[in-house]
Nanobody
Framework: QVQLVESGGGLVQAGDSLRLSCAASGRTSSVNVMGWFRQAPGKDREFVAAIIWSDDKTYYADSVKGRFTITRDNAKNTVYLQMNSLKSEDTAVYYC???????????????????WGQGTQVTVSS
């Protein structure tokens, strides 16, 4: 089992920045990818970004490319999502996820992640 705990959400204004953190514990050796997804009210959960533990390869949704950056700290088993130039449409509950996933298409699909955090609310006011 892998446990994930997110932090860093909050209420910000459009154009502001926010950094989310996701601390992983447990059998982290059983996963190779950590990602961020988000879900707005009435919408499906959607892919935001992901990072491969072994080589730091990153993946981003088109909607956040150039504004969001995913990074990791191996020593702390923590993944970060730096969110800049936030827009009102970024408002959602953000979830950290971990799994054993291969391929760019598979990485963007929530069903391929076995472990999920509890979620953290990000609200961007315009």
């Amino acid at each position: 089992q892998v446990q994930l705990v997110e932090s860093g959400g909050g209420l910000v204004q459009a154009g502001d920045s926010l950094r989310l953190s996701c601390a992983a514990s447990g059998r982290t050796s059983s996963v190779n990818v950590m990602g961020w997804f988000r879900q707005a009210p009435g919408k499906d959960r959607e892919f935001v970004a992901a990072i491969i533990w072994s080589d730091d390869k990153t993946y981003y949704a088109d909607s956040v490319k150039g504004r969001f950056t995913i990074t990791r700290d191996n020593a702390k088993n923590t993944v970060y999502l730096q969110m800049n130039s936030l827009k009102s449409e970024d408002t959602a509950v953000y979830y950290c996820a971990a799994g054993l996933v291969f391929g760019s298409v598979m990485i963007a699909a929530p069903l391929n992640y076995a472990y999920w955090g509890q979620g953290t609310q990000v609200t961007v006011s315009s």
